[in-house]
């Protein structure tokens, strides 16, 4: 879509009345910012350590009396309370547990003996893989669709896109699945149903094994941020300043690209990073029904045998991403929309 | 597969009215589980050697452990019995079987010492042989105070394990036990060798164990020293997690598992109809029942509690909770694949009037209340409600209370008057009548205190004669269904079902699921 020479040039000019970064942006102050809000996170994850820890201990249930079942007696219960140090008390097995948790070292878990950093790791490895596989796949494509749906705005286009994403995301998950199974395995056999994959597995086959559950959580996210990207520049497209370049003849898709989309970027990436979280940390459902070796199942599991060492360590891995992808999130926006560097 | 179907509607009515014939009855019953597991080509076939199996199993759970004392559920029963043998095991008759042991018996007459010969030549995965001390290891290991196996209850009774010989173990009991050899064929009496780690998986079992992730997948390859020549027909075996009833079914239709369990009885002629799959079944393996506790009133009336036994339909239960399958119960706790099942107590159906007879006996009480969630057995609310329409018929009330499901072990079981219970048919008539019916037993549920009972249970315990030891258990089942505080309407199957490619299952009756769980190594695949 070539435009005349004359467009470019009114393009810059516009650039410099739209808020977009045209002072001199201050790097320091974005490392202090960055720094800032790091810090504010381990804060945070602090906090969720505490609070964590003390909902472990107000679990009803005691892990030895859990252990051990129907052949309890007080002499094995205080046996195993004292192999596993629940004698001592809470704050002191606090300070321990988060001493050790800081170096990485989760400790073993209580009904296996297992070391849960290890035990954690591949499970952590192969849900980052399916939530990042779900994400380059649902990120770009409800951006586009976004995008689509402003472009041809009230038409048919915008239409379907809204009806067909907000299907999806009515749909709860696991029914979604079982359609895609019953479709994709059952009635044509082209993909497997189940997804157990292994380190032995080569690369190709497992994402072939993966697509499925991925494609689940794609129906699951695609809707949510395909609207906010819609509502998010549909906003700024009623700014003046878009009035102007239309006015001054600029193409549509150069508009929303250049002009409309950075600045609507704020909302649309928090979006984006609560979809994100939502992929690694909210999949229980779409693990167990395409027997996917995940972290979901394997919390469920450990909270099902009172397996508290395990439960904290989830956890604070849990908000640890939820933290992490919430700081990049913010991060992001500053460097889009340079005012938020200065919050009055 | 049609011949399941055909089998069962021609069986289920047949085999009630056979039930009220005691002549027939073993004749139905033998026909009945030879035929009943689906494809009867495939199972007078001659194995197949060779294969990748791979099975899709429910109650994974990633704390599970390789170590047979911590195993609770089925998936590391399959797994556990690839890696390891027990020193009996239990025939496809209900039967002990020899498995590492060649020959047992009891060295006293009171039944009270036992001596096991063990078969020689077996090796471990690592090369070791089997001698009497890894026996004694492995079985130490349930035992103690420090023990918290879950096999341990079964040897509650053991004073003292020595290795008499090379291949000799001698266990010495605080009483004597006529049944006590059952307890050799637990789960959790996996025997590895002397001194070693059971966590490691090495046993003498038909399969060495590959790969393990807890809640994820088992991979075993065959032991090609096995010392069974006539099973462990694949080269190895998958054991997968599979926790969502639709995704197994979804894995078996789609070809990826061979084998899955806990199929739902509803999802069964979904299945059936299916080409390509055969349902395997384990008669009668899970007891559904109603306890009423014979020491709260209105239950302490006996006439009351027959008045409520006449007044449920079991017919009807069979039918809507179990799509068919399974049998009818008569409130007796010992099913009737059991050697010692009383054939010729006439089967009680349903009966309004004689259910109001007994009732105005009783002096009409109000106030039965029967509380019920879906914990107490899959279904027992809808139960609860159906037995209330039909005792309403016979002018009884019944007030059904919905309760939790969370909690329901310890908040109603046990507590509450009439409640909805179940338990795993055991495998021999002692361990199912001293578990729920001894007057000290911790889950006495029915609250059931006869001391005669409790005399009568002793004595068969010790009795070697096995005529006297048949009338003893029959006048006890007797007791049960006449005066007794358990209704029991329903006895349910253990269904599975398996690619038709699937030959060499067979039922275990008393041994649970999937042939007892060794299906791994009594399977092969067919071409």
Known sequence: MGGPPLADGIDTEIQAMSPLPAQKTSGNSLWSLLVKRLLLGLLLLWAVSLVIFAGTQILPGDVATSMLGQQATPEAVASIRKELGLEQPAPIRYVKWLGAAVTGDFGRSYSNRQDIAKSIAPRLKNTLLLAAMAAVIAVPLSILLGILSVLYNGTWVDRTIGLVTLSAISLPEFFAGYLLIAYFSVAHFWLPSSATVSDAMPIGQRLVVMLLPCLTLVLAVLGHMMRMTRAALLNVMASPYIETALLKGLPWWRIVWKHALPNALSPIVNVVALNLAYLIVGVVVVEVIFVYPGMGQYLVDHVAKRDVPVVQAAGLVFAAVYILLNIVADMVSVLANPRLRHPR | ?527
């Open chain 2, 1 to 527: 597969m049609p011949s399941h179907k055909t089998i069962s509607n021609i069986l289920q009515p047949t085999r009630r009215q056979l039930l009220q014939n005691a002549g027939l009855l073993s004749a139905a019953l033998s026909a009945g589980g030879l035929m009943l597991p689906g494809s009867a080509g495939a199972q007078a076939a001659t194995p197949v050697k060779g294969g990748h199996l791979i099975l899709g199993l429910d109650t994974a759970s990633s704390s599970d452990r390789l170590d047979p004392a911590f195993y609770t559920e089925a998936y590391m029963y399959t797994v556990g019995f690839q890696l390891f043998n027990t020193v009996l095991e239990l025939g496809p008759d209900g039967k002990l079987i020899g498995a590492l042991a060649e020959s047992w018996e009891a060295a006293t007459p009171d039944a009270s010492k036992w001596v096991f010969k063990l078969k020689k030549g077996i090796q471990f995965h690592n090369g070791k042989e089997l001698v009497a001390q890894d026996v004694v290891y492995s079985l130490n290991h349930h035992r103690g105070e420090k023990s918290s196996s879950g096999g341990k209850g079964q040897l509650l009774a053991v004073t003292d394990i020595q290795a008499t010989d090379t291949h000799e173990v001698t266990v010495t009991l605080s009483a004597g036990n006529a049944d006590f050899p059952a307890a050799l064929v637990d789960y959790h009496m996996g025997i590895g060798p002397d001194g070693g780690d059971f966590d490691k998986g090495i046993g003498t079992g038909a399969f060495i164990l590959e790969d393990f992730q807890p809640g994820v997948r088992a991979l075993t390859k065959r032991n090609p020293n096995y010392w069974a020549s006539d099973r462990a027909h694949v080269d190895s075996v998958e054991t997968i997690a599979m926790s969502d009833a639709t995704a197994r079914m979804a894995a078996l239709l789609s070809g990826q598992v061979h084998i899955i369990n806990r199929v739902e009885p509803r999802a069964l002629n979904l299945l059936s109809s299916r080409p390509g799959v055969q349902i395997l079944r384990s008669q009668e393996n899970t007891m559904f029942c109603f306890p009423m506790r014979v020491d709260a009133a209105p239950y302490d009336n006996v006439d009351l509690r027959l008045a409520l036994k006449y007044a449920i339909d079991r017919e009807e239960l069979q039918k809507s909770l179990l799509v068919g399958t399974g049998a009818i119960g008569n409130d007796n706790p010992i099913a009737s694949w059991n050697p010692y099942f009383a054939k010729d107590i006439p089967q009680r159906a349903y009966d309004a009037d004689k259910a109001a007879f007994h009732f105005k006996k009783a002096g009409s009480p109000g106030g039965i209340q029967l509380s019920v969630s879906d914990n107490g057995f899959p279904g027992s609310v809808d139960a609860a409600q159906l037995f209330q329409a039909s005792a309403a018929k016979a002018g009884i009330t019944i007030d059904v209370e919905r309760v939790p499901s969370d909690g329901y072990w310890d908040e109603v079981w046990l507590k509450k008057p009439f409640v909805a219970s179940n338990w795993s048919v055991r495998p021999t008539a002692d361990a199912m009548l001293s578990l729920i019916f001894q007057s000290e037993a911790p889950w006495n549920e029915t609250a059931w205190r006869d001391e005669a009972f409790d005399k009568l249970l002793a004595a068969a315990r010790v009795e070697l004669d096995e005529t006297k030891r048949k009338q003893i258990y029959h006048d006890l089942q007797v007791k049960l269904v006449d005066e007794g505080g358990e209704l029991i309407p329903l006895f349910v199957d253990n269904l599975a079902a398996a690619s038709e490619k699937v030959g060499g299952y067979v039922p275990v009756p008393g041994g649970g699921d999937l042939s007892g769980y060794r299906i791994a190594e009594r399977a092969w695949l067919n071409a």
